[in-house]
């Protein structure tokens, strides 16, 4: 099977500022234009003589830098809609080109309860986790959004656990009616059609909040919107769509079985699919006055912190793709471009000279 996964951080398409929803009249012009270039981007990504078998699009910032403004841009007719309902049609209509009828998920979105979240007090000195260790994953009403078309309506429980993570699955409908590509209950292991579990797209509704079994989510800091998204999948011969013998997800023992499929990879097995979104560097003079910096210690415990929560070392192949906001050492980087960096203390840069870059916060 040929996976291709599209990763972006769309935090671009959508307005840097805070929006008042007695005073937002709906995108503009320019936001349409943005619109517009960002589809060819994506499309540009894909082969169209011959499109994979599962294509995924994973998202970093749906909604923008605020999370006040995302039950305003995702109301029908604003950007957030219109990006997604543009984008799928030309998907759409690239798999049909090919002869390869495809269906297209609704955007999955990770569910907005705070109990739903992990908040781990190791990646948040001082703060409390709001659920047990393993966390637990409710099921919600997909359409439980569109009540909060004023942002000042929403519940603070729900903007503190909002990670802004979203993922948008396609799979020909050849692939899903021979069961050659499935997803996977993660607790029972059954095989299920993603058709039944994620939905598929109406241009009515934009947004799907995942069902307990079959998506894992956590927020991984409790004072950003970072975390992961995760979904399990299953790809074989249309002979071979039995449940395969693989472990669920977070058990105490590490040994366990290999997924189903031959040494030369023809009849399948499981993998996972992991969107996920790490801290970056706020300030650049911070980052330069150590090494590592203190963004870049927090982003390996992210990682670590991860890797526990999905026993991504178990035998199940898991692909991880986002915004990692990984970054060279500045410090290095400025050096080795022929600048000077000065250091007082730890935290503080006194002076910078760069002869061939600019260097601001």
């Known amino acids: 099977m040929?996976?291709?996964?599209?990763?972006?951080?769309?935090?671009?398409?959508?307005?840097?500022?805070?929006?008042?929803?007695?005073?937002?009249?709906?995108?503009?012009?320019?936001?349409?234009?943005?619109?517009?270039?960002?589809?060819?981007?994506?499309?540009?990504?894909?082969?169209?003589?011959?499109?994979?078998?599962?294509?995924?699009?994973?998202?970093?910032?749906?909604?923008?830098?605020?999370k006040e403004n995302l039950a305003l841009l995702m109301r029908q007719g604003d950007i957030l809609p219109k990006a997604l309902n543009m984008l799928t049609r030309r998907i759409r209509q690239l798999y049909s080109d090919a002869a390869t009828p495809v269906w297209i998920s609704k955007l999955v979105m990770q569910g907005y309860a705070a109990e739903d979240y992990v908040m781990h007090p190791d990646l948040s000195p001082g703060c409390a986790a709001a659920s047990s260790q393993e966390g637990t994953w409710n099921e919600a009403r997909s359409d439980d959004?569109?009540?909060?078309?004023?942002?000042?309506?929403?519940?603070?429980?729900?903007?503190?656990?909002?990670?802004?993570?979203?993922?948008?699955?396609?799979?020909?409908?050849?692939?899903?009616?021979?069961?050659?590509?499935?997803?996977?209950?993660?607790?029972?292991?059954?095989?299920?059609?993603?058709?039944d579990e994620l939905l598929s797209w109406t241009e009515e509704l934009c947004c799907f909040v995942p069902?307990?079994?079959?998506?894992?989510?956590?927020?991984?800091?409790?004072?950003?919107?970072?975390?992961?998204?995760?979904?399990?999948?299953?790809?074989?011969?249309?002979?071979?769509?039995?449940?395969?013998?693989?472990?669920?997800?977070?058990?105490?023992?590490?040994?366990?079985?290999?997924?189903?499929?031959?040494?030369?990879?023809?009849?399948?097995?499981?993998?996972?699919?992991?969107?996920?979104?790490?801290?970056?560097?706020?300030?650049?003079?911070?980052?330069?006055?150590?090494t590592p910096s203190s963004a870049a210690v927090l982003r390996g415990m992210m990682m670590g912190q991860t890797q526990k929560l999905l026993d991504i070392n178990s035998s199940v192949p898991t692909v991880m793709a986002g915004d990692f906001n990984f970054r060279l050492d500045l410090e290095d980087v400025v050096l080795n471009s022929g600048g000077r960096v000065e250091i007082v203390d730890k935290n503080k840069v006194e002076h910078q000279v760069l002869p061939h870059a600019c260097y601001a916060d």
Not at 36 to 63: A, Y
Not at 247 to 268: E, N
């Open 145 to 195: 959004w569109q009540q909060f078309a004023d942002p000042s309506l929403i519940p603070q429980g729900i903007l503190s656990a909002y990670t802004a993570l979203g993922s948008i699955f396609m799979v020909p409908l050849e692939a899903l009616d021979t069961r050659r590509v499935c997803l996977v209950d993660i607790d029972s292991q059954a095989l299920l059609d993603p058709r």
């Open 2 to 66: 040929r996976l291709q996964i599209i990763t972006h951080n769309v935090g671009g398409l959508y307005t840097e500022e805070k929006l008042d929803p007695a005073t937002y009249a709906g995108p503009s012009p320019m936001d349409e234009r943005r619109v517009d270039k960002w589809c060819d981007k994506v499309l540009s990504c894909i082969d169209r003589q011959s499109p994979p078998e599962l294509l995924v699009l994973n998202m970093q910032e749906v909604g923008g830098l605020h």
């Open 211 to 290: 069902s307990q079994r079959v998506c894992r989510h956590a927020k991984l800091h409790v004072s950003s919107r970072k975390g992961f998204l995760m979904t399990r999948w299953y790809a074989g011969q249309p002979d071979d769509a039995r449940q395969p013998a693989a472990p669920p997800i977070a058990r105490a023992s590490h040994t366990h079985q290999a997924s189903a499929g031959g040494a030369d990879g023809r009849r399948g097995g499981w993998f996972n699919l992991v969107n996920v979104h790490f801290i970056h560097d706020i300030n650049n003079e911070e980052a330069a006055a150590s």
